[in-house]
């Protein structure tokens, strides 16, 4: 059972029973326990009550240090390799090999919106959502033929002269 959730008397003869247990925390539990009203930083909560949520985080942010890093060093060595692998032609003008500009060539705005809409288009439930919405068409024009009929008939049945008959 939570501490928060057991009765007065239970908490207080487990409070009794484990002091010797509580006295190394002492300091660290002063600060809330001494006066309900204290005010403590997120920071502190935290480290009382979720040290795991601590440790983790900071795992998180070494490790998102260490990707920082690895992207710096991959810039660098691709200059690198650039640097190495090119050569400068006549005039001093730096050249490089043939099809490295295609490589490095961007995709036209105009083209990848064109290629995403067609990735897009073949999407199986974007097929399926237009074939729906194409029957729903369709089943909408049938009941506005059985609707113009009925009229017609009832019309004829009742001897109306109509003007688009």
Known sequence: MHPWREPLRQR?????????????????????????LARISLQEALEMRRPDFISQSRRRVKCLALQAEDRKRQEVFIRERDDVFSWTGGRGRLR????????????????MIQRSKQIYESLPEVQRRREEERRQ???RSYRLNAQFFNQR???HVLGRRTAWR
């Not at 490089?96 to 083209?111: I, Q």
């Open 153 to 155: 008939i009832t019309n």
């Open 12 to 36: 207080q003869i487990h409070e009794e029973g484990n002091r010797h247990h509580a006295e190394h925390d002492l300091e660290r539990r002063t600060k809330t326990i001494s006066s309900g």
């Open 137 to 139: 068409v369709e089943y």
């Open 96 to 111: 490089r090999p043939k099809g490295a500009a295609l490589l490095r060539r961007a995709v036209p705005r105009k083209e």
